[in-house]
């Protein structure tokens, strides 16, 4: 599935406590990289959601291939999906490798595919699942056998890099056009983000349109800054807060 493009115009996203971000402009074509670059609580992660449909727009027009927000969130949610992000796609430190990347699988072939691909035999669909399954890892980057127990190693044991990369290759099972991942630079070393970066360019050689947060952008990507809300447009002390009221004030999906 190839990537989409993505346009907005003075886009923006308030809650309950004030704007989580807003004057957003953005044009990227299809497989793009696009950074959202800029200060914890500065609503970069809501502009991710936004963009990927999970979030409704209080001002501003986006459009996301050829749908548009938020009138057609729906239809953004079916062609993209998101890695690493908390409170969203966080994973069971008590589940191992294995047994999050089975889950997803299944959960693809239920939700994500035709009422038909349910109706094939039952070992057509386990070997469509182990080539969605190993597709993804190698889109990844991540190779369970390297893992300390193989894929039988339970999540709270994994690097921030390895746990990084299995939430990317859960996203990519559903094979979305759209890719947004959070916090691609949250704690890691130079050396540690280099290799994320380098990721996310491989998974737009292919095609896909990814979006990443970020604190600080390459310069080989398309770069949209977020910035810290004004003190009259959201209280200081009400920052840290922002993103779940602005979840909760605008109906996350």
């Known amino acids: 599935m190839g990537g989409v493009g993505i346009t907005a115009e003075g886009l923006g996203v308030r ?7 807003r004057g957003v402009d953005l044009t990227a074509e299809p497989g793009a990289l696009i950074a959202v670059e800029g200060p914890s609580g500065s609503g970069r992660t809501c502009l991710l959601l936004a963009l990927t449909g999970r ?4 001002e501003g027009t986006a459009t996301v291939g050829e749908a548009r927000l938020p009138k057609q969130s729906a239809a953004v949610r079916r062609v993209s999906a998101l890695a690493h992000v908390t409170g969203v796609t966080d994973l069971d430190p008590a589940l191992t490798v294995g047994e999050h990347l089975r889950e997803r ?12 691909g349910l109706l094939r035999p039952r070992a057509e669909r386990a070997a469509e699942a182990r080539l969605r399954i190993g597709a993804a890892l190698t889109a990844a980057g991540l190779d369970p056998e390297a893992l300390p127990k193989g894929a039988r190693t339970a999540v709270r044991d994994l690097e921030r890099l390895e746990a990084l990369r299995l939430s990317v290759a859960l996203a990519l099972i559903g094979r979305p056009s759209l890719l947004g991942v959070d916090d691609a630079d949250l704690k890691l070393s130079e050396a540690e983000r280099a290799e994320v970066w380098a990721l996310l360019r491989s998974l737009t050689e292919t095609g896909t349109t990814v979006v990443a ?13 977020t910035r810290q809300p004004r003190e009259s447009e959201q209280p200081q002390d009400d920052q840290g807060e ?3 009221d602005a979840l909760a004030g605008t109906g996350r999906a």
């Open 105 to 116: 699988a299944l959960l693809q072939r239920r939700f994500g595919g035709a009422l038909r």
């Open 213 to 225: 947060v970020c604190g600080e952008a390459p310069e080989d990507t398309v770069r949209v800054a």
């Open 242 to 244: 922002e993103r779940a």
């Open 55 to 58: 979030m409704k727009a209080t």
């Open 15 to 21: 809650g309950p406590r004030g704007w989580a971000f």
